[in-house]
């Protein structure tokens, strides 16, 4: 039912035409690199050709701004796996947002949505409470609305798999 392809056309579709953005499957890690000498458009590139990388990375694209859009991965800090218990809360007060919106990519796509550390190698947080953080993000976009680029593409998802429109408060109890 979920297909890459099906993905890359949805985002591509949707974005291409205005903000010369494609999502590209990758073999190896998740990267986001701006148009270049030899690309003119930018490229989100999602891992192993996972369907939750790429809504997971989408995520991270929908909230860069303009500017952060013009900069690999986005300018942002990263630590990758085995981060220490600080490290890993600095992780995840940067990866609320990202996840929220992703909760709602997939809700709209009729997507199974997975709150993720992304610490497998390092200390492990309580997963609960991180949860409940992202829970409330999502529940404060769908109260404040999202921004247009998201609302553009929540909709395209809910058109493209027939998931009920609007999303509502009520969809996101876990």
């Known amino acids: 039912m979920h297909q890459i392809s099906d993905l890359i056309s949805i985002f591509d579709n949707t974005f291409y035409q ?6 590209i499957r990758g073999d190896d890690e998740p ?12 490229r989100i590139i999602f891992a192993h050709g996972y369907y939750a990388s790429g809504l997971h990375e989408i ?4 909230i860069a701004g303009e500017q952060r859009r013009l900069i690999e991965d ?4 990263y630590c990758p796996d085995g981060r220490t218990e600080i490290e890993q809360a600095e992780f995840e007060k940067v990866e609320i947002k990202p996840q929220a919106i992703e909760w709602a990519l997939c809700m709209a796509a009729g997507f199974k949505f997975n709150v993720s550390a992304d ?30 680029r998201t609302q553009a593409l929540l909709k395209a998802f809910s058109d493209f798999y027939q998931t009920p429109w609007p999303l509502t408060e009520q969809r996101f109890n876990w």
């Open 119 to 148: 610490n497998l190698n390092g200390e492990q947080p309580c997963r609960v409470s991180f949860q409940q953080k992202v829970h409330q993000q999502v529940l404060t976009y769908i109260e404040n609305g999202f921004c247009q």
């Open 31 to 42: 990267i986001y690199l701006p148009a270049d000498k030899e690309n003119n458009f930018h």
């Open 18 to 23: 205005n903000y010369q953005t494609r999502l």
């Open 74 to 77: 986005y300018g942002y800090w």
């Open 59 to 62: 995520a991270h694209w929908l």
